[in-house]
């Protein structure tokens, strides 16, 4: 099996390699840093621009494949070049995704622990009512885009906000700036994250819910579970000892690409909810035509893609005993 | 009463349960139909439809008209949606928005599992290093980052028709349906039907076309709804960033994001593109159910359905329908 698992490490490397390659050469053709510098008052000489999108590599006279070959010497040696208005892009990566994880573990935990649960319990109590108002309910959230759900999530906050009087939800950033002592930075940061992870949450509880339900009605009819309780096990024990774990299988692949994707789809609630993380970067490298960035955006995001393969193999390898050569 | 009585009993009731001049097709309307969320899913996409062709002809502003008196006001008799900040009336907005996203998400879906068909059949069938070679290509286009390379070719349709957009988004998210659909295609491939007819001559095209598609028609069809409801999605996500739809065509997406800053205070520009887009979504997925538990009543989830519906008495399956269920 180690050698099973090694080949696909390097598929996958071999993939990421290609992905980012053709993110940074469709970026380097399409964009155009020189933009940036045209719009400044006053508009420095050509010549001045030319040179300053030469030393950081944006120049889009340059050919596409000198440009490329740049990229990769400086990826070789740790270097993920320079942003279009001068700071690190290697920088900028790191902090950004501190700031993204920051945001999304809450969300995460909270989402795939909710989605599993929701979903087997609604397995349980088919046709009840409670399984009846949790699937329209999980309807309406998946039909729901991120951005729209995340908007009205602000709305309603604001108007709470002006009901009773105090700012209890705040919705700029990840704290306030203001604040310095630990305990008082703290308590900024959690209220700050409340609706950013509610509105994270939501989502992935009704999606994965939906699909856990399914994976349960299956196992609830078969006959392993009828013998767990010949035997003599409570039907709560037969269900959640057994059953659960096989039910689980098949949506772990899913609950482990869709918690891995997160930083991706966070793009609209880093947007909304005004964190400088990984999902706005994608949105304002683009905007601000900066080469460099999004090349490194497209490295991430291709590496999160491999890491999320990987890791639901091995998630597959350690609940399926089956698997296991 | 003797047997023989009781048997021809039996039959007369079994023969009066089965649908009269019935078919496959037949029994499969029958069985969305009797889903009261999927059919009241396709009604609201088909009033939507009217609603958003038919509906500006209802009222006399026209998309060029700025209504200098009324500036950013709410909904009214004149205006029943509200204005713009631009004095552009809402409803007109609102409605040229559905059939965009509409139009765009009825393309893009069929397109979708059409461009995933293609791929997945064909390197099921025919094997070998053809194989490979798609298997290799699904896996690069699954790496790549397509909301950033759809964002970063936005500019270059600006001018031209949108849809270009629409194959855009199409040709990423093909990708894991023709998994699925070559693992059914392996599964197919060495069934008796599908040999004869290679047997006996039949070239491979026609063999995918003839045979090996048509038996996967309901993974097809569902796959396609879920796609409807995937490219609105995408497609509105994309134009919120003003990725997508450029101005000054207008879609729901990009209502949404001029309308976001002022929900608590015109709260009308932004709830009702909002409310549109989830109705449409929340209805393709009524009827992607609907179709999903008519199609394939096997499937899980809808065993239990349809043993709970056929014990209160409601059997117009096939009565050899009942027998594989009881078996099963």
Not at chain 1, 149 to 161: G, Q, S, Y
Not at chain 2, 53 to 59: E, K, N, Q, R, V
């Amino acid at each position: 099996m180690g050698a099973y698992l090694l080949r696909r490490l390097l598929n996958y490397l071999v993939l990421t390699f290609v992905g980012a390659s053709v993110a940074y050469l469709l970026a380097a053709i399409a964009l155009n840093p020189r933009s940036n510098y045209e719009g400044k008052h006053p508009t420095p000489p050509p010549a001045v621009i030319t040179q300053m999108l030469n030393e950081k590599n944006l120049n889009p006279d340059t050919d596409v494949f000198v440009r490329y070959g740049h990229w990769l010497d400086g990826l070789a040696h740790g270097n993920f070049g320079t942003e279009v208005q001068g700071g690190s892009v290697g920088q900028d990566l790191a902090r950004r995704v501190g700031v993204s994880t920051r945001l999304l573990l809450f969300a995460t935990i909270i989402g795939a622990v909710g989605g599993v649960l929701l979903g087997a319990w609604n397995a349980v109590r088919q046709y009840r009512a409670s399984d009846q108002i949790s699937t329209l309910v999980s309807f309406l959230l998946i039909s729901t885009p991120v951005f729209t759900l995340a908007i009205l999530l602000k709305a309603v906050a604001i108007w709470i906000n002006n009901a009773t009087g105090t700012s209890f939800f705040q919705f700029d950033n990840e704290y306030d700036v203001t604040v310095t002592a630990f305990w008082p930075q703290l308590l900024s940061r959690a209220q700050h994250l409340v609706l950013p992870t509610i509105s994270l949450a939501l989502g992935e509880i009704a999606f994965l819910s939906r699909y856990q339900r399914s994976t349960m009605l299956d196992v609830l009819g078969s006959d392993f579970l009828r013998t767990a309780r010949a035997k003599g096990l409570t039907r709560r024990q037969a269900i959640y000892k057994h059953g659960l774990r096989t039910a689980i299988i098949p949506v772990m692949t899913l609950l482990v690409y869709t918690t891995v994707l997160l930083f991706t789809g966070a793009t609209f609630t880093e947007t909304i909810f005004d964190w400088n993380g990984m999902g706005q970067w994608a949105v304002t490298s683009i905007q601000g035509n900066d080469t460099n960035a999004v090349a490194a955006v497209a490295l991430f995001v291709a590496a999160l893609v491999l890491i999320a393969g990987f890791l639901s193999e091995i998630a597959y390898a350690a609940l399926d005993p089956r698997v296991r050569a | 009463m003797s047997a023989l009585d009781a048997t021809k009993e039996i039959d007369e009731a079994a023969l009066a349960s089965a649908p009269l001049g019935g078919g496959r097709g037949r029994l499969i309307v029958r069985r969305f139909v009797r889903n009261r969320l999927a059919l009241f899913g396709l009604i609201v996409i088909v009033l939507l439809l009217m609603a958003a062709y038919l509906g500006p002809y209802l009222t006399h502003w026209q998309l060029t008209d700025i209504d200098f008196d009324n500036f950013q006001t709410g909904p009214s008799g004149s205006h029943w949606f509200g204005t713009t900040q631009t004095g552009q009336d809402m409803f007109l907005l609102t409605m040229r928005g559905a059939q965009k996203s509409l139009v765009i998400g009825l393309i893009g879906g069929p397109l979708t599992t059409a461009i995933a068909a293609l791929v997945g059949s064909v390197a099921g069938y025919v094997g070998g290093w053809v194989d490979r070679i798609l298997v290799w290509f699904i896996d690069v286009m699954l790496v790549m980052p397509s909301f950033l390379l759809l964002a970063i070719l936005s500019p270059t349709f600006k001018g031209k028709t949108w849809l270009l957009f629409v194959v855009l988004l199409a040709a990423f998210a093909w990708m894991i349906s023709a998994r699925v659909i070559r693992s059914l295609t392996l599964t197919l491939k060495n069934r008796e039907f599908v040999l004869a007819a290679r047997y006996m001559g039949v070239s491979t095209p026609k063999i995918i076309i003839r045979h090996i598609l048509p038996n996967m028609a309901s993974l097809l069809i569902i796959d396609a709804t879920i796609g409807v409801a995937v490219t609105v999605l995408g497609e509105s996500g994309l134009s919120y960033f003003g990725f997508g739809i450029q101005p000054p065509d207008v879609s729901l997406g990009t209502l949404i994001g001029d309308g976001q800053q002022a929900v608590n205070t015109y709260p009308w520009l932004f709830m009702f593109p909002a409310g549109i887009l989830i109705g449409i979504i929340l209805a393709v997925n009524f009827v992607g159910d609907g179709l999903r538990d008519a199609l394939d009543p096997n499937a899980s989830g809808a065993k239990a359905k349809a043993k709970r519906k056929s014990a209160a008495g409601e059997g117009d399956e096939l009565p050899g329908e009942t027998v594989v269920e009881i078996a099963q």
